[in-house]
């Protein structure tokens, strides 16, 4: 994956929208203040996203919180959450970060529902905690060690990416799998789709007409929808 995945953060004027759709909750992790959002009721859904946070995903909630419980939080450094001091925390610290999030609010039962960065971040609960991962949903992400040259932009460690890739391939292969992908994404081009189908054959795949790496913000109803359906006959059936 390359620059031009980046995700500016959330504006203040973004953050305001937000609070208007959403009741704002926030907790202490580790001593800093986070944010998130936990709106409906129902089957566990996790937006974990880097960036712009859980703003990316507010018209899929709106979407989705009267057949959902969606809860997004925006880790340190995304959308209202602060930048800690010294700078933001690698990758792996932030999917740390996640693990105690999701402890402190006793997550079970969850799908995991993954963009751009908050893919390796989301997955990287898996070696403690998959056995509260029901289901996978990834938007426009990967799991897997990247090119070299790469890696210091994505600010993991191939280390922690390696556990990532070992978690898909021994503790979560069995887990149902959505991908949602833009039809103009650099990763189609780039393959990343098939990739995950090799891990996941059964994989579900919805490729969005005319977007590119926003697909949640691009096509707000197909994306609800197909996860709506996706849900109820590969995940509630299982």
């Not at 202490?28 to 944010?35: D, F, K, Q, T, V």
């Not at 105690?100 to 751009?116: C, I, M, N, R, Y």
């Not at 887990?175 to 039809?183: A, D, I, N």
């Amino acid at each position: 994956m390359r620059t031009e995945y980046a995700v500016a953060p959330a504006t203040r004027a973004d953050t305001e929208i937000e609070d208007r759709l959403f009741s704002g909750r926030s907790i202490e992790i580790e001593g800093r203040p986070i944010r998130y959002v936990d709106e409906g009721e129902g089957p566990l859904l996790l937006f974990v996203q880097a960036g712009a946070g859980s703003f990316l995903w507010r018209d899929v909630i709106v979407r989705l919180r009267g057949r959902f419980r969606c809860v997004a939080l925006d880790v340190l450094g995304a959308g209202p959450s602060r930048v800690p001091e010294g700078g933001l925390h690698d990758l792996g610290d932030l999917s740390r970060i996640l693990e105690s999030f999701v402890e402190a609010l006793d997550l079970h039962d969850l799908t995991l529902v993954l963009h751009d960065l908050g893919g390796p971040i989301g997955l990287g609960i898996a070696p403690r905690l998959h056995d509260r991962i029901r289901a996978l949903i990834v938007a426009e992400s990967y799991g897997w060690p990247l090119e070299q040259d790469t890696l210091q932009l994505v600010r993991m460690r191939d280390y922690d990416l390696r556990v990532v890739d070992g978690t898909l391939r021994t503790v979560l292969k069995d887990r149902p799998l959505l991908l949602v992908f833009g039809e103009h994404s650099p990763a189609v081009e780039a393959g990343v789709p098939e990739r995950w189908r090799e891990r996941f054959p059964d994989a579900g795949l919805l490729l969005v007409e005319g977007s590119d790496h926003f697909p949640m913000t691009d096509a707000p109803d197909l994306v609800a929808l197909a996860i709506k359906g996706w849900w109820q006959e590969e995940v509630s059936a299982a």
